[in-house]
């Protein structure tokens, strides 16, 4: 199980992820766009999300104190400005 945290236009969630194999940079932005047009990030629902939107967005990985995979898929600026 991995975590990911999503921070887009101010906001940041993190939502579980089921992965049974290492993703890809690109594969990791393709989910983040399905989870969240599908609502299943915590306070992020935008159904009309274009399939690019973090398309220039960096992903992060970690692992956290206790093994857990932490993944953070965030834009190149500080808190998701524009």
């Known amino acids: 199980m991995a975590i990911l945290n999503i921070t887009y236009d101010g906001m940041s969630a993190d939502v579980s992820l089921e992965l049974d194999r290492p993703v890809s940079d690109g594969d990791l932005r393709r989910i983040a766009v399905e989870l969240v047009r599908s609502g299943e990030v915590p306070g992020m ?10 398309q ?10 206790r093994g857990e995979e932490r993944i953070y898929l ?7 400005a524009r």
């Open 74 to 80: 965030r834009p190149k600026v500080p808190f998701g």
């Open 45 to 54: 629902q935008l159904t009309q999300m274009r399939p690019d939107a973090f």
């Open 56 to 65: 220039h967005y960096v992903v992060d990985r970690f692992r956290g104190p």
